[in-house]
């Protein structure tokens, strides 16, 4: 059974770069069948997909994130990682880790001075 979990700081101030860690167990991400996405839902608004990592490395990204994100692994620590670069307050959400049939418990990330 695939578990994640997601790390990182709770609040990051405006113009910053916010940098989370979703840590694997019961699967490898160099070798599943299928691709590690970074999701986000802003208070009272849907679920947001951000990107992808598959297993080979490629990623993938959201176009409305234009550029911002950076989705990178570490083999080694079976954790792959997430950096949004020049967050503003409209950043603000709970960050989730995920892979197909399978969610971390979510990290709230608030972005204010």
């Known amino acids: 059974q695939v578990q994640l979990q997601e790390s990182g700081p709770g609040l990051v101030k405006p113009s910053q770069t916010l940098s989370l860690t979703c840590t694997v167990s019961?699967?490898?991400?160099?070798?599943?069948?299928?691709?590690w996405h970074w999701i986000r839902q802003p208070p009272g608004k849907g679920l947001e997909w951000m990107g992808v990592i598959a297993y080979d490395g490629s990623t993938y990204y959201s176009p409305s994130l234009k550029s911002r994100a950076s989705i990178s692994r570490d083999a080694s620590k079976n954790q792959f990682s997430l950096q949004l670069n020049s967050v503003t307050p409209e950043d603000t959400a709970v960050y989730y880790c995920?892979?197909?049939?399978?969610w971390g418990q979510g990290t709230q990330v608030t972005v204010s001075s």
């Open positions: 995920y892979y197909p049939g399978y």
């Open positions: 019961g699967g490898s991400i160099i070798t599943s069948s299928y691709a």
